[in-house]
């Protein structure tokens, strides 16, 4: 690592990487930020993933083999001083990496091709900590891709970023794409579409038992306040609600989407 360290707010490099803080610059560079020792080792595991790497001395100490790694792979990595890295982090207490990381996304019928199983859709989702769990969590359920709907917070935004817990550098993510092309694509890909909300009039235990959630399935998952919108459902094959056996209300749209996933990745893998 070169031993001259950043001190300077203002040094041309830091307020590239500053900049990505915003969705507009992060489009623009097609660039994202991305915190802390995981989300490194993540990004240093995909072809030209890392793009930069800024590091204050304690953490590049700390984690002396992720510097090493990144040297290696002839990515610039940067001392900072920890006013610096404060400056840079989103976090309340940064962890001393930051990284600069080329975008991930692929076009919808790159995601569809190969016969997926199980999609992900997330509709309207405007909350970034409820994105990045979502996409934690089908990562966890072995979902074949994410779909980020036109109208759906950016996966690159940081709370998701951090949310995913390092599950956006592990399977296909497609963004912006309108349900006027996204819907008939899944179809086409052999896809069954179920919108999850709390309207339907059949419930996950009756799609289970029916042998429903067998098919390969693309899950339409909607806004946390409001669901989804009636036209988003009227396209959809099934309307599924996850049945409330206690007093909850209703539950929150990272833990209906787990749910949902898993219950489809349960059934799938029965009848294999």
Not at 185 to 208: H, I
Not at 229 to 251: M, N, Q, W
């Amino acid at each position: 690592m070169a031993s001259l360290e950043l001190t300077s707010i203002r040094s041309p490099r830091v307020k590239s990487a500053r900049r990505l803080a915003k969705r507009s610059f992060r489009q623009q560079d097609r660039r994202f930020l991305a915190e802390g020792p995981q989300a490194v080792r993540e990004a240093l595991a995909l072809e030209g993933g890392l793009v930069e790497l800024y590091a204050t001395a304690e953490a590049a100490q700390r984690h002396a083999e992720l510097i090493a790694a990144a040297e290696r792979a002839g990515v610039p990595v940067l001392r900072v001083s920890g006013e610096v890295m404060a400056e840079l982090a989103q976090t309340v207490t940064p962890q001393g990496l930051l990284a600069v990381c080329a975008f991930l996304d692929v076009p919808l019928d790159g995601a569809l091709r190969g016969a997926p199983r199980l999609v992900t859709v997330l509709s309207h989702v405007r909350d970034p900590g409820n994105a990045g769990t979502v996409l934690r969590a089908s990562d966890a359920a072995g979902a074949d891709a994410v779909v980020f709907t036109d109208a759906s917070v950016d996966p690159y935004n940081g709370k998701c970023v951090r949310a995913s817990a390092g599950s956006l550098f592990h399977l296909p993510v497609v963004t912006g794409p309108r349900y006027d092309t996204l819907i008939p694509a899944l179809r086409e890909a052999g896809l069954t579409v179920l919108a999850a909300d709390g309207s339907g009039s059949r419930t996950l235990d009756d799609a289970a038992d029916d042998g429903s959630l067998s098919r390969p399935t693309a899950w339409v998952f909607g806004n946390e306040a409001w669901g989804l919108p009636e036209e988003v459902r009227a396209l959809a094959d099934d309307v599924i609600r996850v049945p409330i056996h206690g007093k909850a209300e209703s539950l929150n749209l990272a833990t209906a989407a787990a749910v949902c996933l898993y219950a489809s990745a349960r059934a799938q893998r029965t009848v294999r």
